[in-house]
């Protein structure tokens, strides 16, 4: 049996469709009409000889199999940009200034940035690590270009790019000391994950005590790593020592954003948010 290989433009716009939820949104973001989009999709399912996409009159889901490949064409999309970037495309030079949330994977933060930074070796990167709400806030006032951080339930600035649970934490085997009110530990007021993680206790009627705050995320952390309380991260960020603790109440879901690039005329935005979830596997 021969493989055949891939087309890469049927890939790029099986993983715009896939993206934005529909034929003519992705074919909006790439400049294309909607049937010119659909043929090129259906060529590819032709191409694997297996459905990648289940439509209906009113929405479009994955199929297993689409699933499967989404996560492959992302990652072969990024390796071909990045080349053509080095290879082909103008040399970027200036500055970028970005904002990270100390949330945001944390354990792929430096390997992305470190990639990212061979990809635009002429670029000066300068980046500051801290709360996503006092990084949107510099950015706002022009201290910063763009920000990687969380928004908040229900809003609708930024440009989101990944999601994940956010999950209660502790050393494995930890227990709650009978008798007493929980103890946690976590962010200064005016963390969302705090916010949501008291809110959650007071609705379930458990008793809990914040007893160890710091406006460092390792710092709070280290505290659940050593036994003091429990906390919450985000399921991708859990560093070792720690594990989900079973029977609190949840959390729901982080959605992580790109803030700055209302216009998504930023060269830098794309290859940036595809080194993150070719990290996070797609």
Not at 156 to 165: D, H, Q, S, V
């Amino acid at each position: 049996m021969r493989i055949p290989d891939l087309d890469l433009d049927l890939l790029r716009c099986f993983v715009q469709v896939a993206e934005r939820g529909g034929f003519t949104a992705g074919a909006a973001a790439l400049g294309l009409t909607q049937s010119a989009v659909s043929l090129k999709v259906k060529r590819l399912e032709e191409l694997l000889q297996k459905r990648v996409l289940e439509r209906t009159s009113r929405s479009i889901a994955l199929t297993r199999e689409g699933e499967t490949l989404l996560a492959y064409a992302r990652r072969m999309l990024a390796l071909n940009d990045e080349a053509v970037r080095r290879l082909v495309a103008p040399p970027v030079t200036g500055r970028l200034r970005l904002g990270v949330a100390d949330h945001f994977v944390p354990r792929n933060l430096a390997p992305i940035l470190a990639r990212f930074a061979r990809t635009f070796p002429e670029l000066r990167l300068e980046i500051e690590v801290g709360r996503s709400h006092e990084l949107r806030a510099s950015q706002e006032r022009g201290a910063l270009d763009l920000v990687l951080g969380k928004r908040r339930e229900g809003e609708t600035e930024g440009r989101p790019i990944w999601t994940e649970p956010i999950v209660w934490v502790a050393p494995p085997g930890w227990m709650p000391p009978e008798g007493r009110p929980l103890p946690v530990a976590m962010l200064p007021q005016g963390c969302m994950f705090r916010d949501r993680a008291l809110a959650a206790l007071a609705r379930a009627g458990l008793a809990f005590e914040v007893v160890y705050v710091s406006a460092s995320l390792l710092g709070v952390a280290a505290a659940a790593q050593a036994g003091l309380a429990a906390t919450v991260l985000g399921r991708s960020g859990l560093p070792e020592g720690l594990a989900e603790l079973s029977g609190l109440p949840g959390l729901g879901v982080a959605e992580m954003a790109v803030f700055g690039d209302a216009t998504n005329q930023t060269q830098l935005v794309e290859p940036l948010i595809a080194l993150i979830r070719e990290s996070l596997g797609g």
